[in-house]
């Protein structure tokens, strides 16, 4: 069940609130915390069931190499009772197996065998290169050796990328004592999560964990509330009248790929960029207003990313928490920037060959992180202050519309076709063709008037419906994003009624409901 659902809206969503702050009016939290848990595992498994098996090792597996770490640390712990006497000089020095309780303590636990975090982590990349990459490499190797090999996974669970991203995060944790061996609702809490599970954000299990430990911040909150329902309502409308509204273009150009003329290329581009824009921001803001709703604030994913001047300032305001994981646990263990210009440029390649990989298995993923780690390279080592900062945003999101024709296309000979088009100028007319997918229900009674009355505009009209559709996705880039407008919404009487009606629009157009392009993922 996906959130941009009827089943969603008017029965999960109401019944897991209701319960919820029903468990925490009478004081308890520990329930509450596992209703969620159990409201998520119920909602991934509708999914599928099997999915539940699947993650369900993966989570005993993570939680015994917590336990392993536990034990590891803590059996040997000891303490130094340190003496003085009155002079300030040492006089004796003890060593015990336990704390003596004294001011003068100082703990001391045994270091851990990095074998045992680095265990769990191949185990969890494992898993996930089984159901994620395992045909990608079969495909390759028949490739190159000329071989007939097939395989095929037997499902792939929505958001394996997504949780083991979060399991892995746990255990560097917990070897690096940033978090305690937490109990295990606690740590399914963590996981299961539902506003988190399928698609991120990619949260640290300290930001999650921690919150649920005071019941008065969980209570119910009428100001955040509305401040959360802000959030469904701004995302929902995000996926449902603006996402799932480009995809028609999306879909269309590039099934047409090899005919398409320069200007549809361009418009390819563009679109995809917003498309995808806009489907994932849409969940994200959805996920976080549930969150709010519940007490819970998640870390935040986007940060207006088409406002940035640079590629690199891009990536640092587009999921946000993909890149700050990454960052945290590859590109620093690698050295970061700290050991001269030829490794940052490698480690910088590094980082992003993963990202292109997490997102899909496929040669045009890798390609496409590859490209987008050059742009960011350049812009590492080029402070380009030479132009305005208006022009220099339009340029990077160009270079970032260019970029993801590598990401959406079926293949590399298709996105070389696509990108060779805008080296010389062609248009054999293909963008009227294009437009005219753009057929929406809101605009049935003005499509069907043109039709009657101006048979001859037809073309026009869809074209110049495609432009206003781009056009004001353009316009709201520059705007406040959705946290910016739910913290300054003062929920005067004209705001309520602009949200409802929002609401409304989105909840008619659920009829048609279409998936998250991350699920994938």
């Given at each position: 069940m996906v959130f941009n659902s009827f089943g969603f809206i008017f029965i999960f969503m109401p019944l897991l609130l209701a319960g919820y702050n029903l468990l925490l009016h009478f004081g308890y939290r520990r329930?509450?915390?596992?209703?969620?848990?159990?409201?998520?595992?119920?909602?991934?498994?509708?999914?599928?069931?099997?999915?539940?098996?699947?993650?369900?090792?993966?989570?005993?597996?993570?939680?015994?190499?917590?336990?392993?770490?536990?034990?590891?640390?803590?059996?040997?712990?000891?303490?130094?009772?340190?003496?003085?006497?009155?002079?300030?000089?040492?006089?004796?020095?003890?060593?015990?197996?336990?704390s003596s309780g004294s001011s003068n303590s100082i703990s001391i636990k045994k270091k851990v065998s990095p074998l045992?975090?680095?265990?769990?982590?191949?185990?969890?990349?494992?898993?996930?290169?089984?159901?994620?990459?395992?045909?990608?490499?079969?495909?390759?190797?028949?490739?190159?050796?000329?071989?007939?090999?097939?395989?095929?996974?037997?499902?792939?669970?929505?958001?394996?990328?997504?949780?083991t991203f979060s399991q892995i995060a746990f255990v560097i944790d917990r070897y690096r004592g940033e978090i305690p061996h937490y109990d295990?609702?606690?740590?399914?809490?963590?996981?299961?999560?539902?506003?988190?599970?399928?698609?991120?954000?990619?949260?640290?299990?300290?930001?999650?964990?921690?919150?649920?430990?005071?019941?008065?911040?969980?209570?119910?909150?009428?100001?955040?509330?509305?401040?959360?329902?802000?959030?469904?309502?701004?995302?929902?409308?995000?996926?449902v009248l603006l996402a799932d509204t480009i995809a028609l273009i999306v879909t269309y150009t590039y099934s047409q790929a090899y005919y398409l003329d320069t200007l549809c290329v361009i418009v390819a581009g563009?679109?995809?960029a917003l498309n995808i824009y806009f489907d994932f921001s849409g969940y994200c803001d959805m996920a976080d207003g549930i969150s709010q709703?519940?007490?819970?604030?998640?870390?935040?994913?986007?940060?207006?990313?088409?406002?940035?001047?640079?590629?690199?300032?891009?990536?640092?305001?587009?999921?946000?928490?993909?890149?700050?994981?990454?960052t945290k646990y590859i590109y620093f263990p690698l050295g970061g920037s700290r050991k001269g210009a030829a490794r940052t440029i490698i480690n910088i390649l590094i980082i992003f060959f993963i990202s292109g990989l997490w997102h899909g298995a496929g040669w045009t993923?890798?390609?496409?992180?590859?490209?987008?780690?050059?742009?960011?390279?350049?812009?590492?080592?080029?402070?380009?202050?030479?132009?305005?900062?208006?022009i220099r945003q339009v340029l990077t999101f160009l270079?970032?519309?260019f970029s993801v024709i590598i990401f959406q296309a079926s293949d590399l000979t298709t996105a070389g076709v696509m990108i060779g088009k805008l080296s010389f100028f062609t248009y054999p007319g293909f963008l009227y063709r294009t437009a005219a997918n753009l057929t929406l229900s809101e605009t049935y009674v003005l499509e069907e008037a043109v039709q009657l009355f101006a048979p001859n505009m037809l073309n026009?009209?869809?074209?110049?419906?495609?432009?206003?559709?781009?056009?004001?996705?353009?316009?709201?880039?520059?705007?406040?994003?959705?946290?910016?407008i739910a913290a300054k919404t003062t929920f005067k009487t004209w705001q309520i009624v602009a949200l409802s009606v929002l609401a409304c629009l989105s909840i008619l157009s659920l009829s048609n409901v279409q998936t998250f392009v991350y699920f994938t993922f």
């Open positions: 329930l509450a915390i596992l209703f969620i848990t159990a409201m998520s595992a119920v909602l991934y498994g509708m999914f599928n069931y099997k999915y539940l098996v699947i993650i369900g090792i993966s989570m005993a597996v993570t939680y015994l190499f917590s336990y392993i770490i536990e034990k590891k640390s803590g059996d040997s712990s000891k303490s130094i009772s340190i003496e003085k006497e009155s002079g300030g000089s040492f006089k004796s020095i003890s060593i015990e197996k336990e045992i975090p680095a265990v769990a982590v191949l185990f969890h990349v494992a898993v996930l290169g089984y159901f994620k990459y395992t045909g990608f490499l079969v495909d390759n190797i028949n490739s190159i050796f000329k071989t007939d090999y097939t395989f095929t996974a037997f499902l792939l669970p929505v958001g394996i990328s997504f949780y295990f609702l606690s740590y399914a809490f963590y996981i299961l999560y539902f506003p988190k599970i399928m698609q991120g954000p990619i949260a640290f299990p300290k930001e999650i964990i921690d919150q649920t430990r005071d019941i008065e911040s969980l209570r119910f909150d009428a100001d955040r509330f509305g401040r959360g329902i802000i959030l469904f309502i701004i995302g929902l409308a995000k996926k563009i679109a995809t709703m519940l007490g819970i604030t998640l870390p935040q994913n986007f940060n207006s990313p088409f406002k940035a001047s640079t590629v690199q300032e891009l990536w640092q305001r587009w999921h946000m928490t993909l890149s700050r994981f990454l993923y890798v390609v496409w992180g590859l490209v987008n780690g050059i742009l960011v390279i350049f812009d590492h080592f080029h402070k380009h202050k030479l132009l305005p900062v208006k270079f970032f519309s026009i009209y869809y074209f110049v419906l495609m432009m206003i559709v781009i056009a004001f996705s353009l316009f709201l880039m520059t705007r406040q994003n959705a946290r910016e």
